[in-house]
């Protein structure tokens, strides 16, 4: 019987499976393949059904592996969940028909519930990539090899110009928007947009990434956490999940992984005066400070928009 895609709502909290590279590099392959497959199951175990993934992670073997103890029966030594239990986020930059196929056969799954088209710089080399990509997506959809369509790190300019291409041509328009947000960065514009739009926002390195000592012992942020009887990366999700935005938190440490999947306890007791407080962190440095390289060239891409491909590296979050 085919599944309802509606009866299953994305999950608010996800768990991000960029593990073992950059900020916490593993440099031991072996090490950091081992490591990703039971940071996972961790993960599940503790809670987490929402997994946030990639194909330029170069993981999937590894999540793979892990999907596969998840769907074990318990009497098997497995998890014992149902797929349907499970919402699967892939990220991808190819948006070729086969490329995606194989992708789920890498993952070991016969359907992602939410597709999202990694960067724009890719698929903005003209407007015809990028309809050819866009359709590609939807004839996925149609097939209900992806649930869901959405992009990441779009800016207004793209999301502009991808909405216009969905109303010309009459084609599902893009579920969610996934950016790198959290309390230094200011996207109310852009929170705004997608809210327009009916476009779920969702937030990855919710917790600061490079910058994330500096969020754990801000002063404003530590002064709320005490008073809500809460860790500083709690309120930090908390605020985000507040706004209803979705968050991507990753960690390796399972007591963490714990405490981030408890934010949303917290979101009552979030006053307006936390929440403005918190708000006002984005405009201590400005807008980019806090933003990776990916972020700051994509957000540069949009002002541009010139539909030319620059030489822009690529560097997943």
Sequence with gaps: ??????SFNLPKIGFGTFIGIELDRIEDAT??????????????????????????YNNLAAVREALAMA?????NGGLGLGRDELWLTMKGIDCEIMSIQDLLLMTGVTYFDLFLIHSPQPVFESPEV???AWKNLCTLHAQSCLHHLGVSNFY???????LQLCDSNHLPKPYANQIQLNVLIDEDEMIDYCAQHNILVIAYSPLGYQWSSYLSEHSAIANIAREIHATPAQVALAWLLKQDITVIPKSMNQTRMLENLQAPELIEKLTPAHMQILHDLSHEWGNNIALNVTAVEAKQHGEDLSWSLSQLRFNPK
Excluded at 1 to 6: C, G, L, Q, T, V
Excluded at 38 to 46: C, F, R, S, V
Excluded at 156 to 162: A, N, S
């Design 1 to 6: 019987m085919k599944k309802n895609i509606d």
């Design 31 to 56: 090490l950091r393949h081992k490591t990703t497959v039971q940071t996972i199951i961790n993960a599940l175990e503790i809670g987490y059904r929402h997994l946030d993934l990639a194909s330029n």
């Design 71 to 75: 769907f074990k029966p318990k009497s």
């Design 130 to 132: 990028l309809e050819h």
């Design 156 to 162: 207004q300019p793209h999301l502009k110009e991808l």
